[in-house]
């Protein structure tokens, strides 16, 4: 089962089918939207200035919907940029873990023992 897409990657899909200038069915296959999703988000998307409607119901990116594909692709970029890194990380971190703390994943460590507190009347 697929992952669910966020809200930003579903606006940054329907930008990108609108680029060239789309209508509705277009931007509803391409985008991988039901109709209810799509009325929703070309509404947003028209509010907030990132496409508008020309002719007989195409849909074409503004100067607006442009920079947000732009910035969109820097943060996709930077984004998977940094879960690379943060897979080395945690790759780097097992390889840790399994040369000086051979047992560290099967240790209990609620149980370990420990030593009693001293109060004051032990000496």
Request: no cysteine.
């Amino acid at each position: 089962m697929g992952q669910y897409r966020k809200r930003l990657e579903i606006i940054a899909d329907i930008l990108s089918v609108v680029k060239g200038g789309a209508r509705k069915t277009r931007i509803m296959y391409q985008a991988n939207l039901s109709y209810k999703l799509l009325t929703a988000y070309l509404r947003f998307v028209r509010e907030s200035g990132l496409v508008s409607t020309q002719g007989r119901g195409e849909y074409v990116l503004t100067q607006k919907g442009h920079e947000f594909l732009d910035k969109y692709g820097q943060y996709l970029q930077r984004f998977e940029q940094l879960e690379t890194e943060l897979k080395d990380v945690r790759r780097e971190r097992g390889v840790l873990e399994a040369l000086y703390i051979p047992n560290a994943g099967s240790y209990d460590w609620n149980n370990s023992p420990r030593k009693p507190n001293k109060t004051v009347n032990d000496k």
